[in-house]
DNA sequence: ATGAAAGCGCTAACAA
DNA sequence: TTGTTAGCGCTTTCAT
């Protein structure tokens, strides 16, 4: 009777080779109202006959679910984001959501085109991962009542919940490491002075040297490896000497450590490099990079777990997650 | 009188605003029947007024397309994985595909659970990596009659198109670039001998060897860090110094350059070193890694677009696309 | 060139 | 505990 792709079966086909009607089949499938034992067995054995499986589409089409999540990330190639994926992926996947997920390359328009993908196709909740930029391509969301996270900033703001790790106190604590190793002339390689996003490892380091009676150098320059070099070679060039070098991440790190190395600097002996993010390349190179983690994979997870909340019918006020950076102690200080 | 989600149009409220039928709204969006200039532009207006957008589950239902594509990988973490995904995205989205990404971490009862997901879904094409393991898993697949390709088996089989590079010709210019470069004394460190993927990688290396009428010697390892330190340290243990070293995948090649740095081995100079992949880390190690990179985001891309194709009704028999591997020059050979 | 009407496969009142 | 019935928002014959 039912048509479906060939091989396929329909609710229907069930109702009638188990004899009941279609409401029945329904409800032992979504327990949503009690059905016989008897019943419920001889359904049960004619769904697994026939490999039955619900149409999702016709389910969503009713009940305004779709089981679905989506995870708006600017670079899937990024490191950072794969990690956080696979913990959202796999908080969300246990629930019974799939995930969908949208590389937009920072590109703007290819974040409002993802928005619109959300919305046409019924995605129950989103979790948004911008370059640092302001929420308002949320807004449509908002609008729609779709619960959405962001990650990375700070604030949770008007109907949005946000997951971020604690920048500042990273950097705070890779001051404190430092200095409680003996150092004393430090300086931090930041990213241009601009960039809104992540100074908050540099206020954290600030902080805890200022409290410390002790100066902070800081030289701003391009978040790269060239960067990194570059920022170091002119910290050498220009004033005390520094015995340690925090970097913004650990690619700005890496340009720190080739730098040492031109110049036949000892690693930590002379000079002591942290760097921020441990990519997985952090404990490839050599010497070993110490550097402040960001729990990514942590956050995929909240936010997953966020989201399932919000959908749980959750309507507290918007929350803000932070998470805590670990120090990660390897060779390099 | 439509009511969706409180502000979301639905056709009906389009049609009524034009003064027009379902059916003309409806045919002014699929564009597939003719409607007059008029009437298309007077709907156009009110489309945009409304800011209504078709209700994807309600379009599927009928049309039994959902647009949407799978992306199964055993782990997104691995750089791989990523840079294919972005190929992929990239020309789905392009095609108006959303693409839904799982991850099995190899487990085949999640590769079981991702194809039932598919299947429910209504999910149009899906695109399968495992961990060199056989077909099967796609049997449902091809029963349902849902267009996809496996990554690295290289065989299209039953059913599957299939896309992969060319180890073989990998491993061949590896070696052949290390002899034409001056080598004679090549050795490879491969992964444990039961591992039947990539073992295309030393048979090239091999064959050519075999060629040129030079020993090639191997040492099967672990495919770690420390499985590359160790094959090295076996190496040289046993029977002729070699000058040149091919290493299964860049992991394993860091270890071998372990090994060289903890003995005081100039590389390139004493020992050459060549890896496979490219990973991102490859060309920041000192020294930067040569290695043979392996067409990730291609693939992806590829992949991407057979199944497009296939949608589009292409039914000649599966296809083999196999990727050529380039050899990149850096500083350890 | 346009409309009316019949579903797609399912859920959810409302009855019994 | 179970069944009847009316849609969900759209596409698609079949008429006009």
Redesign the pocket.
């Known amino acids: 009777m ?3 792709r060939p091989g ?1 079966a ?3 086909d069930v109702a009638e080779r188990a ?9 032992v ?2 327990g ?5 034992e ?3 067995e001889r359904v049960e054995e004619v769904i697994a006959e026939l490999n ?4 999702r589409a ?2 969503s ?3 305004r679910r779709t089981h679905t999540m989506a995870l708006v990330v600017p670079d899937i190639t990024n490191p950072f984001y794969p990690a956080l994926a696979m913990g959202m992926l796999d908080v969300a996947e246990a629930a019974g959501f799939a995930v969908l997920i949208d590389n937009t390359h920072g590109d703007p328009a290819r974040e409002e085109l993802a928005m619109q993908q959300v919305l046409e196709r019924g995605v129950d909740a989103i979790a948004f991962a911008g370059y640092g930029r302001s929420l308002d391509v949320l807004e449509p969301m908002i609008e729609a009542g779709v619960p959405a996270v962001a990650f990375g900033i700070a604030e949770a703001s008007a109907g949005v919940d946000v997951i971020s790790s604690d920048d500042h106190g990273g950097g705070y604590e890779a001051a404190r490491f430092l200095v409680e190793s003996g150092r004393r002339r430090l300086a931090f390689v930041a990213g241009p002075p601009t960039e809104g996003l992540r100074v908050g490892r540099l206020h954290g380091f600030e902080a805890f040297l200022r409290g410390a009676g002790l100066p902070a150098r800081v030289h701003h320059a391009a978040l790269t490896r060239d960067g990194g070099y570059a920022g170091t070679a002119a910290l050498f060039a220009e004033g005390v000497i520094p015995d340690a070098i925090v970097a913004n991440n650990d690619i700005v790190a890496l340009g720190v450590l080739d730098y040492a190395r031109r110049h036949g600097m000892d690693v930590p002996g002379d000079l002591a490099v942290v760097g921020f993010d441990d990519i997985d390349i952090a404990d490839l190179v050599h010497p070993a990079l110490t550097t402040v983690r960001v729990p990514a994979r942590e956050q995929g997870e909240a936010a997953a777990r966020v989201l399932l909340h919000r959908l749980d019918g959750d309507v507290s006020a918007p929350h803000s997650t932070v998470f805590p950076m670990a120090l990660i102690r390897r060779e390099s200080a």
Do not use: C, D, E, F
Request: proline letters at 6%; hydrophobic letters at 30%; a positive charge.
């Open positions: 039912a048509k479906q396929r329909g609710i229907k004899g009941v009607s279609l409401t029945t089949v329904s409800h499938l979504s949503r109202r009690p059905v016989s008897a019943t419920r039955y499986r619900p149409n016709a389910q089409l009713m009940t």
